[in-house]
């Protein structure tokens, strides 16, 4: 049974940053991804990583700012965001896939998804 624990998130002023945590149990070998949903829209894609931590992608909205990375002997992904805006407030969740090995930036193509971590960026 994988389950996925999202931690790190909560208030930061404009400009700020911060990292979020995901540990992963029940497998070793998920492609990780993280979105996230702001009241009122849909959830969308932020970030994910291949098994082996070499290929990354990243939604328009979050290039150059975030930096998705994974440590295995944590079993742990982070997702770091840098030069935070009030437009990237939202619950942000981790995801992970069990086949596959493309990247996918669509929520359908992830089978297991952690309870969520609030962002706020506001002064």
């Known amino acids: 049974q994988v389950q996925l624990v999202e931690s790190g998130g909560g208030l930061v002023q404009p400009g700020g940053s911060l990292r979020l945590s995901c540990v992963v149990s029940?497998?070793?070998?998920?492609?990780m991804g993280w979105f996230r949903q702001a009241p009122g829209k849909e959830r969308e894609f932020v970030a994910t990583?291949?098994?082996?931590?070499?290929?990354?992608l990243y939604a328009d909205s979050v290039k150059g700012r975030f930096t998705v990375s994974r440590v295995s002997a944590k079993n742990t992904v982070y997702l770091q965001m840098n030069s935070l805006k009030p437009e990237d407030t939202a619950d942000y969740y981790c995801?992970?896939?069990?086949?596959?090995?493309?990247?996918?930036?669509?929520?359908?193509?992830?089978?297991?998804w952690g309870q969520g971590a609030q962002v706020t960026v506001s002064s």
């Open positions: 990583i291949d098994r082996r931590g070499l290929r990354v």
């Open positions: 029940g497998s070793d070998n998920l492609v």
């Open positions: 995801a992970a896939r069990a086949n596959g090995y493309n990247l996918q930036d669509k929520s359908s193509f992830y089978d297991y």
